[in-house]
C-alpha cells in the first residue's frame, strides 16, 4: 500500500532555511491530500500545513503562517515544505500522511490520515 518517506532535515541556524520532501511509493499521489506535522519532546503533536491532491487548497498553522510553503509535484509523487526564516522553536521531526480515504480534501478528518514514515529531524539552533 502507500508508503511515504520524509527527507531533507538536518541543523540550521536561526533565520536558515530547509527543504523538506514527502516521496511517495506505492501508488500515485493524485488522489491524496497531505499534512505535514511535527513532535517536539514535551509538545503536543502539532500539524504545520496541508495541501489538497490538486495544489490548489493549502493551509498552515499560526505558528508556521508566512514562513513555510507547502507545494506538491504528483508527477514526481512528491510534496515539499519550504521552511524559511526558521526559529528554534521549529525544532521537531517533520511527518507527513495522506488522507487513506483518497477525499483528496484537506478536510477530511485527521484520523483517515496515515502512511507516515520515520520523520526527519530539523534543528534549530546557534
Known amino acids: 500500500q502507500l508508503q511515504l518517506v520524509e527527507s531533507g532535515g538536518g541543523l540550521v541556524q536561526p533565520g536558515g532555511s530547509l527543504r523538506l520532501s514527502c516521496a511517495a511509493s506505492?501508488?500515485?499521489?493524485?488522489?491524496?491530500?497531505i499534512v505535514w506535522f511535527r513532535q517536539a519532546p514535551g509538545k503536543e503533536r502539532e500539524e504545520v500545513s496541508c495541501?489538497?491532491?490538486?495544489?490548489?487548497?493549502?493551509n498552515y498553522a499560526d505558528s508556521v503562517k508566512g514562513r513555510f510553503t507547502i507545494s506538491r509535484d504528483n508527477a514526481k509523487k512528491t510534496v515539499y515544505l519550504q521552511m524559511n526564516s526558521l526559529k528554534p522553536e521549529d525544532t521537531a521531526v517533520y511527518y507527513c500522511?495522506?488522507?487513506?480515504?483518497?477525499?483528496?480534501?484537506?478536510?477530511?478528518?485527521?484520523?483517515?490520515?496515515?502512511?507516515w514514515g520515520q520523520g526527519t529531524q530539523v534543528t534549530v539552533s546557534s
Open positions: 506505492g501508488f500515485t499521489l493524485d488522489y491524496y491530500a
Open positions: 500522511a495522506a488522507d487513506l480515504l483518497g477525499s483528496g480534501s484537506c478536510s477530511t478528518a485527521r484520523t483517515h490520515f496515515g502512511s
Open positions: 495541501i489538497s491532491s490538486t495544489g490548489g487548497s493549502t
